[in-house]
Structure formats: structure tokens, C-alpha cells
């Protein structure tokens, strides 16, 4: 052990610390929620710090020539395997995840408020889960990736069914589960196979993946094409690309709002990261097999979500469906391979912020804290309350990919590295769908802005917390868009080994 | 006749497509989640096959790991489960339906 090998596992070290501790505060202390708050906040934030000193740390172990970036169980001789890696790729996912876990929290905190005693649990399985997400951007070994993803979905379906007194959200909770655990059998068949045809769990090191391609050509190489497609089509379930997204509507639409924002953004983040560690990070050599695969699905999100979100009476509905096309446009960036990791980490942190911010308002707007939001409740939204419907604008323009938004910039990068792969077909697919999804998102602006208020719409009152989230969402999103190029410049640094 | 490591993949392939046939065709939630376990003991004998033929340990540490976590899965799933069954006294799936749109 040393200090690096250390750093590599020092934000879930915190991240579980913290958890540990709003149990045990729960438990000694009566009446203990701001102290929850102050724990979980403050884990986030040094897990955040922690991520920054990663990035330079591994600046630092390059810079010397080091290529120890993995760290594997060195005293036993059977594990002597590369289990995580720290590399710019996780550092920066790490950031926005942990980013998100604190903008999602303070976005849950009315919620967190309203559960009483049970607000604990909520907190405690917020900080597991987002280690869990966090484990899967930084594996080196698709078992260790498994482990990760299971630990939040694990939490995450606990998460949809919290309130618990409401049956959508149980039913929610039995979706997600019955759904997430098929796609969670999906992916880990599929790491079977790739393990039964590279003869490792590993993504690098010497018998790893990467290198066994580098050295053999399969013979029959059918099952480990089977196996990268489930690979594949788990985390696709994951990330609710199409045709595997049926599970997202109902599971947002039910699941209390406060963690809808929180779990949706999440996922999105840990699974096209994870896609991109084992794609891109292990298997290059593939990308012929790969590369049509994602293309085809990227494809297929696009249409199903952008058509169906358009036909949504319910905004948290809509957003599902939103998130679906959303989730094509990421994905079509892979085909690019290492080219296309850029923007996909560039759309995936803006599309991941500003949805936490489109959930923390619908919070604020919808009148309960789990169940729907139907789109007569934000009617007159102007009038009833400005800041809430401007704020929204924003982040509905932002989803729409208009100029001066951080989302043209995503969109912008994210295109041109699927035109720039020759996928023609795929980029004239995306702006056609971009024009169309202008649609969904100028008609919930419509509703805002120019009907009338309910008469007995009730006022609207956005707790602290919330209005924080939704204020750094908003300038993080305008600030973005005038001026993308640190980001930019940034992600293209972070690239898997 | 020897039974070689190709029997072994095909019978996981087959218990993998009967537990995937029974999540999409069954409508009962714990009928559902059988199916999924099932689905991953697949995934655990493929592991196991693949560990005995390249003779790595590897395999068999990850097939302990499946089943810690379809342990926990089980855990959870079936507290969801029986929440869902004491308000509407049904395992049904397809009487959840007051999400749609």
C-alpha cells in the first residue's frame, strides 16, 4: 500500500464513512436531520476534493513514468489481478457523480424532511449508492464493475419505493426491481462470456482483455461477440436506451420526486462510463463488432423517445421519454471510439446536471412528493411563480440544444464525432429528432408561459436546499454554454487506459 | 463420450433463455424473480464451466460473488414484494397499472 493506492478508494471510503455515520446520528441523536444534511453534504464535497487530487495525482504518476495506475490484492498470488484503476477517466466521473449525489441530495431535502426518522435510511442509501456508481467508472475487472452496479441498483430500488404509503410507489418499486435485476442478469451473463473467450476478468493488465487482443485472434469468435452484446444491452437497460427503456416512464413517474432526479442522473453517468471502460478501456480492437450494435440502438432511442415523449401528458413522463432520446444521442457518440469519449463525458455531465435541476423544480411545482406531475399543474407556472418557470426555460432549452446553452455544445461535439466516424445516416437521424424534440420541450414552456394559473393552484414554496440545487444548475448550464472550452478541453484529457 | 466444456456453455445458454422466456411470459412478480435467479445460477455455471476449462480461479471467485449479490438481490426483492402484496393481496403484475400514459 501506498499513498496513490490509496486515493484510488478514498471517496467510497468516505462516501461509506458518511453513511455509516447518519445511521449511527440517527440513532444517538433525536431530531438529527440537519446534522444528516451537514454529513452527507461534507462527504460529497471531499469526495469532490478527493476526485481533483486524483486527477493530479495521476498527472504526477505519468509525469514519472509510473504505469502502476491499477491496484490489485499484491499479497494474494491467485488475486494478483488489476481490480480498480485510477486514471483521468474516473477522477472526472467521479466529480460529476458525486456532483450530482450533491446537487440530487439538497434537491431530495423536502422529502428527506417530510420522512421523518425514516429520512436517515434515505441519506444513508444516497451516499451507498453513488459509491456503488462511483465503483463502476473505476473498475479494472468487469466483476468489480458488477458489484458497483449492483450496489446502487440495489439502493436505487429501495430509493423508488420509499415513500411507501403511496401504492405508485411500490409499484415503481416492483418495475424497477423486477426490470433492473433481468438487465442486471443480462450484464453479467455477458461478462461471463467475455470471461469464458479472453480467459479474464480484467480489463488490463497482463492477461487482461486489452492485451489478449493485442496479442490473439479468435478462432470462433461467436461467443465473445454474444457476450459484448449482453454487456451491451445490460447497461442499456441501465442507461434506458431504447428498446430496453419500458421500466424508465413508470419507475420516474412513481418513484418519490425528490429521488427521481438523483437516480435518472446517476445511472445516465455510471453507465456510459462503464460502457465506455469496457468498450473502449478493453476491448478497442472490437470496435467493428461494437461499433454497429451501439449505433443501432442510438438509432432507435433517438425516434421511440423523442415520438413518444411528445405524446406525454405527464412532465415527469416526459422527461423519462426525454431521457431516452437523450440517451441515444450519448450513445451515438461511442462509434467515434476513442474520439467519442470526449463529448460523451461532456453531454453525459450536462445532461446529467441539468436534469437533477429539471427534477428538483418539478419538486417545487408538483403538489406531492411522489406519483405524477401532470402538465396542467404547471400551467400559468409564469405568474405563480417566476423564478421557477424561467428556471425551467433554461434547462428546457438546454435539453432542447439551443445556442448559449451548454446543451448545443453537447450536441454540437456529440455529432460531429459520429459524422466524423461516418455514421451519416446516424448523425441526419439526430437532427432531425433534435427538431422534433424541440417540440416536447417548447410545449411544456408554452403551458408555463402563456395559460393561465388554476384557481386554486397552491403557492408555490421552494425550500432552500432546492433553490440552491436549481441556481447551480442553471448558471452551471449557462455558464457552459458561453463558454464550453475548459470543459472541453478537460474531457478530452479524460480518456480510459 | 466425453462432456466437454461446449455441453456446459449450451446447458447455461438454454437455463439462461428458459429464465429470460419467464420474466418477459410470466405475470407473477415472485414467478418473475425465479426466473431471474435462475438466470444468474445460469451465469454461475458458465463461470464455473469457463474457470474448470482454462483452468483460472478467477471464474470461480466471480461465481461466489454472483451469489452474494443474487443474496441481496433476493433480500430486497422480496421486502418490495411483499409490500406490494399487503396492500393489494396479489403478486399480479399486470394489476399494477395506475402508472400509464
Given at each position: ?9 478514498a ?5 461509506l464513512?458518511?453513511?455509516l455515520?447518519?445511521?449511527i ?12 444534511g451537514?454529513?452527507?453534504?461534507l ?12 486527477w493530479r ?8 513514468g ?8 499484491r ?7 488489476p481490480m ?9 466521473a467521479?466529480f ?8 440530487g441530495l439538497?434537491?431530495a431535502?423536502?422529502l428527506?424532511?417530510r ?9 444513508t442509501?444516497?451516499?451507498l ?6 465503483m ?13 452496479l449492483?450496489?446502487?441498483?440495489i439502493?436505487f430500488y429501495?430509493?423508488a ?6 401504492p405508485?410507489s411500490?409499484?415503481?418499486?416492483v418495475?424497477?426491481f423486477?426490470?433492473?435485476s433481468l ?6 451473463y455477458?461478462a ?14 497482463a492477461g487482461?482483455?486489452?492485451n489478449?487482443?493485442?496479442t ?12 459484448i452484446g ?5 447497461l ?6 431504447a428498446?430496453?427503456h ?7 413517474q412513481?418513484a ?11 445511472v ?13 478501456g ?9 461499433a454497429?450494435i451501439?449505433a443501432i440502438?442510438?438509432?432507435?432511442s433517438m425516434i ?12 415527469k ?6 431521457g431516452?432520446?437523450?440517451?441515444g ?6 462509434v ?13 455531465t450536462?445532461?446529467?446536471v441539468t436534469l437533477?435541476?429539471?427534477f428538483?423544480i ?10 405524477g406531475?401532470?402538465i396542467e399543474?404547471?400551467?400559468?407556472l409564469s405568474?405563480?411563480?417566476p423564478?421557477m ?9 438546454a435539453m432542447?440544444?439551443?445556442p ?5 455544445v453537447?450536441?454540437l ?5 459520429a459524422?466524423?466516424a ?8 439526430a ?15 408554452a403551458t408555463?408561459?402563456?395559460?393561465a ?12 436546499p432546492a ?7 442553471v ?10 472550452w475548459?470543459?472541453l478541453?478537460l474531457?478530452?484529457e479524460?480518456?480510459?487506459? | 463420450m ?5 455441453w456446459?456453455?449450451s ?6 433463455a ?6 418477459l411470459?410470466r ?11 435462475l438466470?444468474?445460477?445460469?451465469v ?5 464451466a ?11 471467485v ?6 452474494v449479490?443474487a ?18 393481496a ?5 394489476e ?5 400514459g
Amino acid at each position: 500500500m501506498n499513498n496513490a493506492s490509496f486515493l484510488a478508494v478514498a471517496p467510497e471510503v468516505i462516501l461509506l464513512a458518511g453513511a455509516l455515520l447518519v445511521i449511527i446520528s440517527a440513532v444517538m441523536l433525536e431530531h438529527s436531520r440537519k446534522e444528516w444534511g451537514f454529513i452527507a453534504g461534507l462527504s460529497f464535497v471531499v469526495a469532490m476534493v478527493l476526485s481533483v487530487l486524483q486527477w493530479r495525482a495521476v498527472d504526477t504518476l505519468i509525469a514519472e513514468g509510473n504505469d502502476l495506475l491499477f491496484f490489485s490484492a499484491r499479497n494474494l498470488p491467485v488475486l494478483r489481478l488489476p481490480m480498480v484503476v485510477m486514471d483521468h477517466y474516473s477522477a472526472f466521473a467521479g466529480f460529476v457523480l458525486f456532483a450530482v449525489g450533491l446537487l440530487g441530495l439538497g434537491a431530495a431535502w423536502r422529502l428527506v424532511e417530510r420522512l421523518g426518522s425514516r429520512g436517515a435510511e434515505f441519506v444513508t442509501l444516497v451516499l451507498l449508492s453513488v459509491a456503488g456508481l462511483h465503483m463502476m467508472t473505476m473498475s479494472a475487472n468487469i466483476i468489480v464493475m458488477f458489484l458497483g452496479l449492483e450496489t446502487a441498483s440495489i439502493s436505487f430500488y429501495v430509493l423508488a419505493g420509499f415513500t411507501r404509503e403511496r401504492p405508485e410507489s411500490d409499484e415503481a418499486a416492483v418495475k424497477y426491481f423486477l426490470l433492473g435485476s433481468l438487465a442486471s442478469a443480462i450484464f453479467v451473463y455477458g461478462a461471463a462470456l467475455l470471461f469464458a473467450s479472453t480467459g479474464s476478468t480484467s480489463f488490463y493488465g497482463a492477461g487482461g482483455m486489452k492485451n489478449f487482443f493485442v496479442t490473439t485472434i479468435l478462432g470462433e469468435p461467436g461467443v465473445l461477440l454474444l457476450g459484448i452484446g449482453f454487456v451491451i444491452v445490460g447497461l442499456a437497460f441501465k442507461v434506458s436506451a431504447a428498446p430496453f427503456h419500458q421500466w424508465a416512464p413508470d419507475v420516474y413517474q412513481g418513484a418519490p420526486t425528490g429521488a427521481v432526479g438523483l437516480m435518472a442522473a446517476g445511472v445516465k453517468v455510471a453507465g456510459f462510463v462503464a460502457l465506455g471502460r469496457i468498450l473502449i478501456g478493453a476491448l478497442p480492437s472490437q470496435i467493428d463488432d461494437w461499433a454497429p450494435i451501439l449505433a443501432i440502438i442510438a438509432g432507435l432511442s433517438m425516434i421511440i423517445g423523442v415520438v413518444l415523449a411528445a405524446v406525454q401528458t405527464d412532465v415527469k413522463r416526459l422527461l423519462a421519454y426525454s431521457g431516452v432520446s437523450h440517451a441515444g444521442y450519448i450513445m451515438m457518440a461511442f462509434v467515434a471510439g476513442v474520439d467519442g469519449i470526449g463529448p460523451m463525458l461532456f453531454y453525459v455531465t450536462v445532461y446529467a446536471v441539468t436534469l437533477v435541476g429539471a427534477f428538483a423544480i418539478v419538486g417545487v411545482v408538483s403538489r406531492h412528493s411522489s406519483g405524477g406531475s401532470p402538465i396542467e399543474d404547471w400551467s400559468g407556472l409564469s405568474r405563480r411563480s417566476p423564478e421557477m418557470a424561467w428556471s425551467m426555460l433554461i434547462l428546457l432549452l438546454a435539453m432542447g440544444g439551443i445556442p448559449f446553452t451548454a446543451g448545443f455544445v453537447a450536441k454540437l461535439s456529440s455529432f460531429t464525432a459520429a459524422a466524423s466516424a461516418d455514421y451519416l445516416w446516424l448523425t441526419i437521424l439526430a437532427l432531425l429528432t433534435t427538431v422534433v424534440g424541440l417540440y416536447v420541450y417548447f410545449r411544456i414552456a408554452a403551458t408555463m408561459f402563456l395559460n393561465a394559473p388554476d384557481e386554486d393552484a397552491p403557492a408555490i414554496e421552494a425550500p432552500t436546499p432546492a433553490r440552491m440545487t436549481i441556481a447551480a444548475v442553471v448558471v452551471t448550464v449557462v455558464v457552459l454554454g458561453v463558454d464550453p472550452w475548459p470543459l472541453l478541453d478537460l474531457v478530452r484529457e479524460a480518456l480510459p487506459l | 463420450m466425453t462432456v466437454t466444456i461446449g455441453w456446459y456453455m449450451s446447458l447455461a445458454a438454454v437455463l439462461f433463455a428458459i429464465g429470460a422466456a419467464g420474466v418477459l411470459t410470466r405475470r407473477n412478480a415472485l414467478v418473475m424473480f425465479m426466473s431471474v435467479e435462475l438466470m444468474l445460477n445460469s451465469v454461475n455455471l458458465t463461470f464455473i464451466a469457463a474457470a474448470k476449462e482454462l483452468g483460472l480461479v478467477e471464474g470461480q471467485v466471480a461465481a461466489l460473488f454472483v451469489m452474494v449479490v443474487a443474496a441481496a438481490e433476493v433480500t430486497i426483492g422480496l421486502a418490495i414484494l411483499v409490500a406490494v402484496f399487503r396492500r393489494r393481496a396479489s403478486a399480479n403484475v399486470d394489476e399494477l397499472s395506475e402508472l400509464k400514459g
